[in-house]
Every structure is written in structure tokens, then in C-alpha cells.
């Protein structure tokens, strides 16, 4: 959208107390596999550094680094408590005739001095090919994560997003939550931008390999790539933003007009038929559906400078959420629908912000020299992706909602307009 010449003052963060953030993290000891058959540095590398960075990132585990125990065994126990540590996790890694076993066991050594309180806390044994051996140190997170929580994590996620590969040329790439194994889903040589990842795991994007402007996508699980929309012949105007609807049935979308307008329209992808939400003399983009697909969140500078709106899916009860700062912008509603993350504009970069619903206040985000933009939730609510750098040399990074625990995930030229999804 429009940039507008600015001269704001610093929006007003509050102290960060958002849910996600709360409560004392539980002290997790990750010492070494023991390796059988496989090769110490592939065990290592694939395995161990997997499974601890995906703990330390998880939200609800402190992994103890330094000054540990080297033995596992029970007499080691009351060690491993001096040492901090609340859960002891234990790996061996084997080699089997079909590829590699992982036997993966927790116990709580602070379960006080009775051998029977010490027993395990989780037990369980992952199978797979040698090239899983990564996707094992996910799962086993993911298991953690839901045994102390009760809800999954997200070591297992996956991560679409745009990657520039020559002036011109921006394809869809997806690869796992922590950078690795970027694989491409298109290849069109031109122009493919804004995907967005229906829950079924359908895309939908723009692109311009036909000349202007469209939305493509699937009409079905699986299947092939498809223009969605202008669903006959051609639009006055051009179309951005697509985003798909909790329901994975509409799509909404911006599409622009001769005059340097923008509008919101809603297509049942089904029918083909459109309705439009917004109709005024203005910018109106960045669509973001709440969780039920009843209401939407979206930019508009109606009143003079992009700031953050809601509105009904049937483009009724528009309010106006953010009050603090002259240039507010895409929002992303999160999981669990309590709560709008969105960058702001100061000193002609942007931070992150995440407004609770819930108190009616921000609470700021990141504070780097960088411009932060285009955020979006991890599926477990606990982590914020979105692209930060300079330009020609942008990349992804994820932040839990302190901002302290940052991590960049991408060493890939001009990344951007990341979509964290479960799986597709």
C-alpha cells in the first residue's frame, strides 16, 4: 500500500504479559545420544541440535547447557537435580535393517530419593528411514510439548514462503520450521507472490505469468494449479492478497481500480461468485481472517493514515483498532483469536506489535535497527515469523512474544511474505 510521509511520534508499548509468555519454564537436560551403528556426527547434527534448538524454542522448556553430569544412569539422578535439571531426557540412536530406531526417555530426577517416584515420565520409540532422522527430533519436541501441555508444538511446521531468485523473478518456496529443506513449489520464471495455505494444505497466490496480476491456487487437495480469480476474462484493476478462510471455501482478496483505490472483496471459490466488503474512496488491503471466519482484520487509512480496522465477514461494524502511531499495517490474527499481530511505522522502519484483545492495548515486539514486516502466527501461538533486513538481502526470522528469543532462519536471497502452516 501507499506510504505515506510521516512524522509520528513512537507508539506506546506496554510491558509484555502476553499469555504465551507466562509461566515458569521447566528445566529440560538434553545430554548426548547414545549412538549405534550410526555416525556420531550425523547423530549430532541431524539429531541432537535438532531436538534441543526445537526444545529451547518450543516456549515451555529451559534446555541446561554447562556444568552437566556425563552419566545417565539412576545413581546419577540426584547430579542431574543439583545441576538444575527438573526432566532428564535420554536418546539412543541405533541403526536397524530398515533404517534408524530413536528410543527417547524422560524421567524427573527432582521425583524425590523413592526409586518407584522415578519412574518415567515419557517413554517412546520413533522409527523411520536414515533421511528422517531430523523429522524424529521434531516429533519427539512435539511429543514433549504436548506431554507437559497438553497442546502439540511446533518443531513439525512448515513454513511457505517468497524467494527472490532474479530481478523479476520470485517464486513459492516451503521448507521446514527452522530453515532447513527449502524446497520450491513454483516455477513460473516470473512474478509469484502473497501465498496463502488453506487448512487443508491448498495453496492460493498471486502471480504474473500470464501478464497482470492473478490469483491461482487449487481447487482441490492436491490438485493442480489453477487461476481462481478474475474467474473470467479480465479485471479492471489489478488483485493482491489473497487469503484463504478458516473454512478453506472463500478467499479474500484486494483488488484495485483505475483511480489508485483498493477494496477487500470475498470470492466463494466454489461458485466463483464475489461480494465486496469495503467500498470507499481509499486503501483498504491486508485481510486477515479470525479463527471462525466471522470477522476480519485489514489496513485502511480512511481516516487519513493506515491503521489497523475490524469488520464482519459481511463487511458490516467496522471499528477502528489501533490509535497509537501514523502508520499501522498487516495484521495477522492469531490461532487462537485473542490477539492481532502488526507492524508499525517509526523513524522509517517498522517494529512488531501485538494488540490483546482482550485489554484493548499493544505491546511491542521488536526494537532492532531493522524493519520487521509481514508477521504470522505459529500455529501454536507462541512464536511470530516475519521478515527483517535490508533490501535485496531480506529474510525470515522467528521471535517468541517477549522479542527476546530471536532467531533468523533463512540465508536466502530476498525472502518475504511468509505463511506458518501445520503441514501441506
Known amino acids: ?15 509484555v504479559v502476553l499469555e504465551a509468555s ?26 541432537h541440535a535438532v531436538l534441543a534448538r526445537d526444545l529451547a524454542e518450543a516456549g515451555p522448556f529451559s534446555v541446561l547447557k554447562d556444568g552437566l553430569p556425563s552419566a545417565t544412569d539412576p545413581a546419577s539422578y540426584r547430579l542431574w537435580a543439583d545441576a538444575g535439571a527438573e526432566w532428564l531426557l535420554t536418546t539412543a540412536v541405533s541403526a536397524t535393517a530398515d533404517g534408524i530406531e530413536v528410543v527417547a526417555q524422560v524421567v524427573d530426577v527432582k521425583a524425590g530419593q523413592d526409586k518407584k517416584a522415578r519412574t518415567a515420565v515419557f517413554s517412546k520409540r520413533y522409527t523411520g528411514k536414515e533421511a528422517a532422522l531430523r523429522r524424529m527430533a521434531h516429533k519427539l519436541s512435539d511429543d514433549l510439548v504436548s506431554r507437559l501441555t497438553g497442546q502439540s508444538g511446533a518443531a513439525s511446521t512448515s513454513i511457505v514462503f517468497v524467494r527472490q531468485l532474479s530481478p523479476g523473478i520470485k517464486e513459492l518456496f516451503q521448507m521446514d520450521r527452522d530453515g532447513a529443506n527449502a524446497v520450491p513449489l513454483t516455477a513460473y520464471r516470473s512474478l509469484t507472490l502473497s ?28 490438485g493442480p494449479m489453477v487461476r481462481l480469480f478474475p474467474t473470467a476474462g479480465k479485471v479492471d484493476g489489478h488483485c493482491f492478497c489473497p487469503v484463504w478462510s478458516p473454512d478453506g471455501r472463500r478467499l479474500a482478496l484486494v483488488q484495485g481500480d483505475r483511480r489508485g483505490n483498493t477494496d477487500i472483496i470475498v470470492l466463494d471459490v466454489p461458485t466463483g461468485k464475489v461480494r465486496r466488503l469495503t467500498d470507499s474512496n481509499c486503501l483498504n488491503t491486508d485481510p486477515s481472517w479470525n479463527p471462525t471466519g466471522t470477522q476480519l482484520a485489514f489496513t485502511s487509512d480512511r481516516e487519513g493514515s493506515p491503521q489497523i480496522y475490524l469488520m464482519e465477514e459481511d463487511g458490516s461494524n467496522v471499528r477502528r483498532l489501533t490509535r497509537e502511531g501514523n502508520y499501522n499495517g498487516s495484521p495477522a490474527w492469531s490461532p487462537g483469536g485473542s490477539m492481532i499481530a502488526y507492524v508499525s511505522r517509526f523513524e522509517g522502519k517498522f517494529d512488531l506489535f501485538v494488540y490483546k484483545l482482550g485489554d484493548g492495548k499493544s505491546y511491542q515486539i521488536t526494537t532492532g535497527v ?10 501454536d501461538e507462541r512464536r511470530i515469523i516475519f521478515t527483517s533486513g535490508s533490501r535485496g538481502g531480506m529474510q525470515l526470522y522467528s521471535t517468541d512474544l517477549s522479542g527476546t528469543n530471536l532467531r533468523k532462519l533463512t540465508e536466502l536471497s530476498g525472502c518475504q511474505s511468509p505463511k506458518w502452516i501445520r503441514s501441506r
Open 195 to 222: 501465498p496463502s495455505v488453506a487448512p487443508d494444505g491448498r495453496l492460493a497466490f498471486v502471480t504474473y505469468k500470464g501478464g497482470g496480476p492473478e490469483i491461482w491456487g487449487q481447487r482441490t487437495v492436491g
Open 1 to 15: 500500500m501507499a506510504a505515506p510521509v510521516l512524522c509520528a511520534p513512537a507508539p506506546q508499548s506496554q510491558e
Open 370 to 379: 531493522a524493519s520487521s514486516e509481514s508477521p504470522c502466527w505459529s500455529p
Open 22 to 47: 507466562l509461566g515458569a519454564k521447566l528445566a529440560i537436560a538434553v545430554p548426548r545420544p547414545a549412538a549405534n551403528g550410526v555416525p556420531e556426527a550425523k547423530v549430532s547434527g541431524d539429531f
